[in-house]
Every structure is written in C-alpha cells, then in structure tokens.
C-alpha cells in the first residue's frame, strides 16, 4: 500500500538553530498535509499543500511541495523551545474519503 | 464549540476484556476516524466514517468495531484486548475529503 516516508526520526539542535524534515513517497502524491503533536498532545493541523512546487509560509515555517508531487518538507528558521515535537507529513488521499497515510514523525528536540 | 471529545483518558484492561471509546464531535462533520499511535510511530488508521450509518475499515482494523448512529458520535468497541492493543488512540473529523482533521485529546489504552 501507499507508504509516506519521513526523515529524520530525531532532531536534536539547540536553539536559534534550523530545522528540516523530509517526507517521501514512491507514488505521487495528490496532497500532502503536516502536523504538529506536542509531548502528551495530539496532532494539531498546521497546512496543505496541493499544487506542484508549491510553496507556503506560517511565520518562521516554510512549507514546500516538490515539483513531481513525491516528496514534501518543513523547514523552520531559528528554531524556539516552544516549537518542541513532533512532526508529521500525511499522504491526503485524493478523493479516498480523506483518509490520512502518515509518515512516521520527525521528534524535534530544542536545547535552549 | 468543544471539538472533538474522547473519553475515558486513561484506561487499563485486562486481557479479553472489552471496552468501548467515545468520541463526539459538535462541528457537524460528516467524516470522522479512528487512528491508534504507537510509540516512535505515525498514527494508523482503524474505521471511518462518511456519515451516519455508513463505516469502513481502514488499515489496521482487526480486534476493533464501530458504530455511527448519529452524526456526532463514533464510538470504538474492542473485543476480547489483547496486549498488543495497547497504544493510545485518536478520534478525528473533518469537514469533507480533502480537508484538516481535527483530533481529539486521546485516550491512553494498556491492557495487560
């Protein structure tokens, strides 16, 4: 079945650092969504990405999608202590009653 | 508007027990899911649902049923616990396919 594959599994950087999570998969993707879990939280919907080489901000983070529609990432700048946890791309599905494929999470850890 | 709401938080089952999750959302989405995360993993998808009266399997459904007699509601029913169903699991909803899901706080499941 249709596998979403993220990396890295850990980051640990201090703070002010960046940070960048890579998700791939090995079919096109019809979207992508990304998430964010705190420790002992649940996942919170952060963005949607859906056209070819898109490419969306929130603040410090940047939101890309790849041309060929495989492959997705996050990048935050500088990071901060509150932006601790972990994060989640999500294969949207296409018209499968939305039904999410998630990767596996990066766990980001900010030292401060 | 409470969103989405789970309960119990915490349970401990013993092996071959049963129990039921609630979860009830106020937002009047027709989809809603089941997903179960275990630790250093994405979430899998268990049963959804586009609408009252109508469910299906998702990914990982065996051990698992579900019901949605209301729009509101989609209770998960686990028969006979088995260990390997400890794991904390998430209800969602969203609007329509295509669109960020919602989750609840989840409830923390052992069963020992």
């Known amino acids: 079945g249709q596998q979403v594959m993220q990396i890295p599994q850990y980051q640990h950087v201090q703070e002010g650092e960046d940070f960048t999570t890579y998700c791939n998969s090995s079919?096109?993707?019809?979207?992508i969504q990304w998430y964010k879990q705190r420790p002992g939280g649940h996942p919170v919907f952060l963005i949607q990405?859906?056209?070819?080489?898109e490419v969306k901000k929130q603040k410090r983070l940047t939101f890309q999608f790849g041309e060929a529609k495989k492959n997705s990432s996050l990048h935050i700048t500088a990071t901060q202590t509150t932006d601790v946890g972990t994060y989640f791309c999500?294969?949207?599905?296409?018209?499968?009653?939305?039904?999410?494929?998630f990767g596996q999470g990066t766990i980001l850890t900010v030292h401060p | 508007n409470a969103g989405v709401t789970q309960t119990p938080k915490f349970r401990i089952l013993k092996i071959g027990q049963s129990m039921t999750l609630q979860c009830t959302q106020d937002?009047?989405?027709?989809?809603m899911y089941w997903y179960r995360q275990d630790p250093g993993m994405g979430l899998k998808l268990i049963y959804y649902?586009?609408?009252?009266?109508?469910?299906d399997k998702g990914e990982v459904p065996n051990g698992y049923n579900v019901s949605r007699s209301t729009t509101e509601d989609f209770p998960l029913r686990l028969e006979l616990a088995a260990p390997s169903q400890t794991s904390v699991y998430f209800c969602?909803?969203?609007?329509?396919?295509?669109?960020?899901?919602?989750f609840g706080p989840g409830t923390r499941l052992t069963v020992t």
């Open positions: 937002m009047n989405h027709n989809y």
């Open positions: 990405l859906v056209k070819s080489g």
């Open positions: 999500a294969d949207g599905g296409g018209t499968s009653y939305g039904k999410l494929t």
């Open positions: 079919t096109t993707l019809s979207n």
């Open positions: 649902s586009v609408g009252a009266g109508i469910t």
């Open positions: 969602a909803s969203s609007y329509s396919s295509g669109h960020e899901q919602y």
